[in-house]
C-alpha cells in the first residue's frame, strides 16, 4: 500500500536549519508530484512546497520562498525539504503528500495520500 513516511523535525533555534526527508513506497515514485504542508496549533492545514513529477518544476508558499527549498531522489524515493533561516512561525507539524497532479498543486484537496507528519519547533 502508499506510505508516506517523514522524518526529519525536532528542536531549532530561530536562524537555524533543517532538512525534512519523506520515504515514499507502494507507488512508482517518479510518476507523481510531491508536497510539503504544514499545521501549526490552531490554524488550518497550509501549502509550503511542492515538486513536479520530473523535479524541473518547483512551487513556494510566499512564506519560505527563498528560505525553503524541495527536491527529490527518485532513485531513493525520497522528496526533500531544506529548511533554512527558520523562523518562530515556522513552528508545525510538517506533512509530505501525494499529488493527483503532474506539477504539483498548491491545494490541499488535489493530494491523495499523506504522512504521518514531523513537528519542527523554533525557539527564539
Known amino acids: 500500500q502508499v506510505q508516506l513516511v517523514e522524518s526529519g523535525g525536532g528542536l531549532v533555534q530561530a536562524g537555524g536549519s533543517l532538512r525534512l526527508s519523506c520515504a515514499a513506497s507502494?507507488?512508482?515514485?517518479?510518476?507523481?508530484?510531491l508536497g510539503w504542508f504544514r499545521q501549526a496549533p490552531g490554524k488550518e492545514r497550509e501549502f509550503v512546497a511542492a515538486?513536479?513529477?520530473?523535479?524541473?518544476?518547483?512551487y513556494y508558499a510566499d512564506s519560505v520562498k527563498g528560505r525553503f527549498t524541495i527536491s527529490r531522489d527518485n532513485a531513493k524515493n525520497t522528496v526533500y525539504l531544506q529548511m533554512n533561516t527558520l523562523k518562530d512561525e515556522d513552528t508545525a507539524v510538517y506533512y509530505c503528500?501525494?499529488?493527483?497532479?503532474?506539477?504539483?498543486?498548491?491545494?490541499?484537496?488535489?493530494?491523495?495520500?499523506w504522512g504521518q507528519g514531523t513537528q519542527v519547533t523554533v525557539s527564539s
Open positions: 503528500a501525494r499529488s493527483l497532479d503532474y506539477s504539483g498543486s498548491y491545494s490541499a484537496n488535489r493530494y491523495d495520500y
Open positions: 507502494g507507488f512508482t515514485f517518479g510518476s507523481y508530484a
Open positions: 515538486i513536479s513529477w520530473t523535479g524541473r518544476s518547483t
